[in-house]
């Protein structure tokens, strides 16, 4: 299992930036893919998950109705468009796939089995 996270960068606060995990090891529709971040200072906690088909999308609070998951499942790919983006998005993003999880367990880090490496998204006020 190989996932690659890419597309973070600097955005001014009110802007928009999509993250993106592509896979190279995995049967990528049989598993669940979720989104992390890390903010500076603090513990990673979930932003968003989809199903294994993309019929099923969950939100963290805090970006429901400003991010956007999605999975493209011939292209082995994930992404995560990001709008209105405030400074405390800031924080490195993290892909993670996992090949089972429940509507309340897909929001638990320890749940996912595999992760990208991190790709650090800059919000500026």
């Known amino acids: 299992v190989q996932l690659q996270a890419c597309g973070g960068g600097l955005v001014q606060a009110g802007g928009s930036l999509s993250v993106f995990c592509a896979d190279s090891g995995i049967t990528f529709s049989s598993y669940v893919m979720g989104w992390f971040r890390q903010p500076p200072g603090k513990e990673r906690e979930f932003v968003a998950a989809?199903?294994?088909?993309?019929?099923?999308?969950y939100y963290a609070d805090s970006v429901k109705g400003r991010f956007i998951i999605s999975r493209d499942n011939a292209k082995n790919t994930v992404s995560l468009q990001m709008n209105n983006l405030k400074p405390e998005d800031t924080a490195v993003y993290y892909c993670a796939a996992t090949y089972s999880a429940t509507s309340t367990t897909i929001l638990r880090e320890d749940e996912y089995d595999y992760w990208g490496q991190g790709t650090q998204v800059t919000v500026s006020s």
């Open positions: 989809i199903s294994w088909t993309g019929g099923s999308t």
